[in-house]
């Protein structure tokens, strides 16, 4: 089942937070985050596996509450090159398969 | 290494003609994967396999799709009897992974863009 992604989309000006939450109905296993540029491959940021874990990269960082089902992903002091399109995928079960959510749209302006 | 590749990047083709698309995957990585993306939404799983073995295929996936690797190498995705609606861009992704537990990071190519008139 899809995850679901909230907000769908958000402008930010460089040097502001975001959080970008992803949920699912089903239990998880395993939930990662990509980024997509325009034209461009989703490119890996961070995977969580269940343990309730929070993993940090430079300025992002993301939380997963297994009991909740449910992530985030922090980004905080954006820059421009924050811009695009961040999808969860979550994979519940096995490791092999992720389903991913419709996206936030992330905005970077001056 | 080059990543993920995929060929071609673009295809226009009319309703009714068969497609086909190849995807060149980490050489290292025994997983693959064929996902479709169109405008606004994630990525879709169509279909995976674990060196040369399809071990999944989606219910959404009509008989007209089929998907290939032999020697667990590069794969080939073709559609054949194209419609309208297959117009998408179609991803190719691999990654190196055991068993059902542990980590399966999964590396994009840039995909290929089916446009069908």
């Known amino acids: 089942q899809q995850p679901v992604q909230s907000p769908q989309a958000v402008i930010l000006r460089e040097g502001e937070d975001a959080v970008i939450n992803c949920s699912s109905s089903k239990a998880l296993y395993s939930v990662h985050w990509y980024r997509q540029k325009h034209g461009e491959a989703p490119v890996f940021l961070m995977i969580?596996?269940?343990?309730?874990e929070q993993k940090g990269h430079d300025k992002i960082s993301a939380s997963f509450n297994e009991k909740k089902q449910q992530s985030s992903l922090y980004l905080t002091a954006s820059q421009l090159s924050y811009s695009g399109t961040y999808f969860c995928?979550?994979?519940?079960?096995?490791?092999?398969?992720?389903?991913f959510g419709k996206g936030t749209l992330l905005t970077v302006n001056p | 290494d080059t990543g993920v590749s995929q060929d071609p990047r673009h295809k226009i083709t009319k309703r009714g003609q068969n497609v086909t698309f190849r995807c060149d995957p980490i050489s290292e990585h025994n997983r693959l994967y064929w996902y479709r993306q169109t405008l606004g939404q994630g990525p879709e799983f169509l279909t995976y396999f674990q060196n040369e073995a399809q071990l999944e295929k989606s219910r959404l996936l009509s008989d007209r799709f089929s998907a290939e690797r032999p020697k667990g190498s590069f794969s080939t995705l073709e559609i054949q009897r194209t419609e309208q609606g297959d117009s998408a861009m179609y991803l190719c992704a691999s990654s190196l992974g055991w068993g059902d537990s542990g980590a399966n990071v999964l590396t994009f190519g840039a995909g290929s863009r089916l446009t069908v008139l």
């Open positions: 995928g979550s994979s519940g079960g096995s490791n092999y398969k992720l389903t």
């Open positions: 969580l596996l269940k343990g309730g």
